[in-house]
């Protein structure tokens, strides 16, 4: 899961309810000071949260950009229901497409962003909306796919999220915490220790994952297909970005870097960053998406 550097909200920004035709997402919303030069909306990952992107949203604010994050549906304060088909790949996908809807209507075209996990719900969203269009244009202005891969996770992140996978029947949310916790001090990582703050909220977020959202979207992790051809096709005329760091534990960086390849897609790797750049190195990840934006 990505780490959050701090959690208080700056001053451009506030938290709100976004309300579409499939219901309400708990997000955070950045206003620039200025003129608006566009809008954009951020989709996070396994276990993430719209806090993933809140080193993001000063920066992005002051480059001109109205910016959206938002938990997904299962995740932190947007919640959802006990059935394993509304957390189908599709499903969140077309849960992007009625955020899309419902941002537009007041902003016009959006950039999109998906990261990590999140990235293939984007993705989803993507290739259902060319479906759609039948070779009319896509509601957005650009696709960024950050830290994420065209089919399932690697090998030894599989193994891990099989392990979660296999636990969710058994344990609850609070005792897997505690064995993550302990799997952590005992691997010997010096990496160094959130604050008291970023951790209490850390331990809140896991704690408010709905469990069946966790057990079919770990499930597309570790099963999901490649799609890159697909959406090369799809996006055809649309500005595609892919950011990653210089290191990811989820989705080999030589693999990411082929996924653009095949997209001819624009490549930016962050320096001294890892799966989450937008929290690691928020400024020059905000920086590269203005620019890319711009």
């Known amino acids: 899961m990505s780490t ?17 035709a499939r219901g309400g997402f708990a997000a955070l919303r950045a ?16 276990t993430g949260s719209k806090e993933d992107f809140i080193a993001l949203l000063e920066p992005l604010a002051a480059a001109g950009y109205r910016v959206t994050a938002v938990d997904q549906r299962g995740q932190y304060e947007t919640g959802g229901p006990d059935d394993p088909a509304a957390y189908a790949v599709e499903a969140l996908g077309a849960d992007v ?4 809807g419902a941002l537009a209507a007041d902003a016009g075209p959006l950039h999109l962003l998906g990261h990590s996990f999140g990235g293939q719900v984007v993705r989803e969203a993507v290739l259902t909306a060319a479906a759609d269009a039948a070779g009319g244009p896509l509601p957005w202005r650009s696709l960024t796919l950050m830290s994420t891969g065209p089919g399932t996770i690697d090998a ?22 505690q064995v993550m916790r302990q799997m952590d001090e005992g691997s010997g990582d010096q990496k160094q220790r959130p604050a008291a703050e970023v951790s209490g909220f850390l331990h809140r977020r896991w704690l408010a994952n709905v469990p069946r959202a966790l057990a079919v979207t770990g499930g597309h992790l570790i099963a999901g297909p490649d799609r890159v051809d697909e959406l090369a096709a799809a996006t055809a005329g649309l500005p595609v970005l892919v950011l990653s760091g210089v290191r990811d534990y989820a989705w080999p960086v030589p693999e990411q870097t082929r996924m653009a390849e095949r997209l ?6 962050v320096e001294d960053a890892g799966h989450s750049p937008n929290a690691e190195q928020p400024a020059a990840t905000a920086g590269a998406l203005a620019a890319f934006w711009g």
């Open 4 to 20: 959050p550097p701090f959690l208080t909200l700056p001053l451009c920004a506030r938290a709100l309810r976004v309300e579409t």
């Open 31 to 46: 206003e620039p000071d200025g003129p608006v030069r566009g809008s954009a909306l951020l989709v996070p990952g396994f």
């Open 97 to 100: 497409l009625a955020l899309t």
């Open 264 to 269: 001819g897609a624009r490549r930016v790797v």
């Open 156 to 177: 030894g992140e599989a193994a891990r999220t099989k392990l979660l996978l296999d636990a969710l029947p058994v344990l609850s949310l609070e005792e897997i915490w």
